[in-house]
């Protein structure tokens, strides 16, 4: 049986199901079992109503789903990687919840690079009004590739999302995102850019707001050696009385190079928008380079927005602090580095993700302690 | 430091079981000598040595120091965001005892262990996990640098301006903090501005320090003279030193 068959086997049995429910001692068959006791238990039976697949099985399960958003919010024109990703995706993730649906469990979707190929992944993630859901996005991979990932979230009213992208490809490869997210009213969408890995990066999430929404778009960074890790960012304030916030924070060692760009559009009819951005880095040696740029464009009169970035290094006397209290030079820093990238993995609402997050930043830091010891 | 010449006579040993206090104007010295025990690269030794319990103490790096038992309280102690309190004495406990081959302490012994320590010092036990003296007042940070000696239980300890901006309420708790830590093999340097912090420590030895010297030592009496005549004629005694 093909993938798609036995998706589209279950999904009619999942109908059949929801329709009828639990049998009844009403009914001839089950006169003198009663199963409610299986039904009040609150353990979780039915698999929620929510179809998870492949885009490509998608294309055949969903086609009027696919036709309603595929394409309809990440923009060939102003991305050329975009229109590469359009011309030739031929698989990625379809993630589609209906309305009113609490989905407990995280999604995670593993994406693996292999040596010598290029691929360009598709997904759509589509989340029916008053529903949530939380899902995470890995990218890993081995030796030298080309990842070109275009993702479509489309959050409707009054739903709750939260993303999260793990970025850890090979130190070879190359990695290009873009990640664009449709706000229906009153909807509330966060977003976690991690980026730990690649040789080059670049990462557009962008998220239009309507009215009365909260978007929240944060960041982390840790690049080292010869990286080269780039994050544009843009909100588009289209409605009045939506929230963002947004706080990227960089942490640059070796002779690597980050880039933030942060963008905020407030339309002429956004009044009351409160956006709030922030960028902080810790350059940790003397050849890394970040460059950091908010952009605002601000067109309604009643708004309130802020911006701030800051560059700087490890603090000295926090060191000392630590080394005159029996912690080793090398724990003190990672503990310093930790603290400071704490406050984005922190803000990630979900527990396993945040673990896993603080074991590969740890990792990650011992990866660039080897790396400057085998340059030095 | 900056190429300026900051301590130039300083002789001093300090036996196990005893309680030195080395008082100064600002700018005398007292905290540089400190900073310099504790192993601060601000400052370079260009003269001199320090023993510690027989090894050369300038070889050692700071945190080899403070698992060989030395224990600096901070005069102006550094707020660490993102840093919990009770991560940090973990770690900076559990080094001490790994270095004495000893083991490390379980959650549970730990936690024990510092709820008794911190109820010596009156401290909120909500303090532990908040960020290292983030946000705390000037009282909370000395006393949080105190907390900290009791938790790690130095054989050296130099307080270096403990008493400063102290109520007497907080100077109180602090002094007491400090004195149930008074024992046989353990060693405690108090360095202070002021004689009142020294009616709540009792030392057994007070050393004057003017211009980076050691000008006078004596015992406790020493530190009441200098509460009446002050300072002054203590810089006249460090020039005609010279």
């Known amino acids: 049986m093909r993938a798609t068959e036995l998706a589209g086997l279950r999904q009619r049995a999942a109908e059949i199901f929801r329709a009828r429910g639990f049998p009844t001692t009403h009914d001839e068959e089950w006169r003198f079992t009663n199963v409610a006791a299986i039904a009040k238990a609150d353990l979780p039976i039915a698999a929620p109503k929510v179809s998870c697949h492949s885009l490509r099985a998608a294309l055949e399960l969903h086609p009027e789903l696919i036709d309603e958003h595929l394409g309809r919010y990440a923009s060939n024109d102003s991305n050329p990687f975009v229109a590469l990703n359009t011309a030739n995706f031929e698989d990625g993730a379809f993630l589609h919840v209906p309305k009113n649906t609490i989905v407990d469990e995280p999604v995670w979707v593993d994406f693996t690079g292999v040596s010598g190929h290029a691929t360009h992944q598709r997904n759509l993630i589509v989340v029916g009004a008053g529903s949530q859901v939380r899902v995470v996005e890995r990218y890993t991979g081995a030796g030298r590739y080309f990842t070109n990932a275009v993702t479509e979230i489309v959050v409707g009213e009054n739903a709750t999302v939260e993303h999260v992208k793990l970025e850890e490809e090979s130190p070879d490869s190359f990695h290009i995102a873009t990640i664009q997210v449709q706000q229906a009213r009153d909807s509330n969408f966060k977003a976690h850019n991690i980026s730990l890995g690649g040789l080059l990066v670049r990462n ?31 909100l588009d304030h289209a409605a009045p009385h939506a929230a963002s916030h947004e706080l990227y924070k960089g942490i640059m060692d070796g002779a690597s190079s980050a880039v933030f760009n942060g963008k905020i559009l407030v339309r002429k009819d956004a009044q009351k928008t409160d956006a709030k951005q922030t960028n902080k880095n810790l350059v940790l040696s003397e050849n890394a380079v970040i460059n950091t740029k908010p952009e605002l464009q601000i067109l309604a009169d009643d708004v309130r927005c802020t911006h701030g970035a800051t ?23 990672d503990l310093l580095i930790y603290a400071f990238a704490r406050d984005v993995i922190d803000r990630v609402g979900i527990p396993s993700v945040r673990e896993y997050l603080e074991k590969a930043l740890f990792e990650s830091l011992e990866d660039s302690r080897r790396l400057a010891g085998a340059a030095s | 430091m900056g190429g300026k010449e900051i301590l130039r006579g300083i002789n001093l040993t300090v036996n196990p079981g005893e309680v030195h206090a080395i008082m100064g104007p600002n700018g005398s010295g007292k905290s540089t000598l400190a ?7 601000l400052y370079t030794v260009t003269k001199g040595e320090v023993i510690y319990q027989g090894q050369d103490l300038l070889a050692l790096a700071p945190e080899e120091r403070a698992q060989e038992g030395i224990f600096l309280a901070f005069q102006y102690p550094v707020e660490i965001p993102g840093v919990s309190n009770l991560y940090f004495l973990k770690a900076a406990l559990n080094a001490g005892r790994k270095k004495k081959g000893e083991p490390e302490l379980d959650a549970m012994e730990f936690l024990s262990l510092v709820r008794q320590k911190i109820a010596l010092m009156e401290m909120e036990e909500s303090l532990l996990n908040r960020s290292v003296n983030a946000g705390f007042s000037g009282g909370e940070k000395k006393r949080n640098e ?3 000696m009791a938790v790690l239980e130095p054989r050296l300890a130099l307080l270096d301006e403990t008493d400063s901006g102290l109520d007497i309420d907080a100077l109180k708790i602090v002094s007491n903090g400090v004195n149930t830590l008074r024992g046989e093999d353990r060693a405690i340097v108090v360095i202070t501005q002021y004689q009142r912090l020294l009616n709540h420590i009792v030392p057994d030895y007070v050393h004057v320090l003017a211009e980076g010297r050691i000008v006078r030592s004596g015992d406790k009496s020493l530190a009441l003279t200098l509460e009446e005549s002050g300072y002054a004629g203590i810089e006249e005694l460090a020039e005609t030193a010279q």
Request: with cysteine.
């Open chain 2, 35 to 41: 900073q310099v025990i504790a192993g601060r690269d």
């Open chain 1, 204 to 234: 557009d999430v962008n998220a239009v707001l309507s009215t009365g929404c909260e978007g929240t778009l944060n960041g982390l960074y840790l690049t080292k050696g010869n990286q080269h890790v780039d994050n544009h960012t843009a």
């Open chain 1, 311 to 333: 560059v700087g290094q490890l603090d000295e006397e926090a060191l000392f602090y630590l080394r005159a209290r029996g912690i080793g030079q090398i724990e003190a820093r």
């Open chain 2, 146 to 148: 105190i907390f900290q």
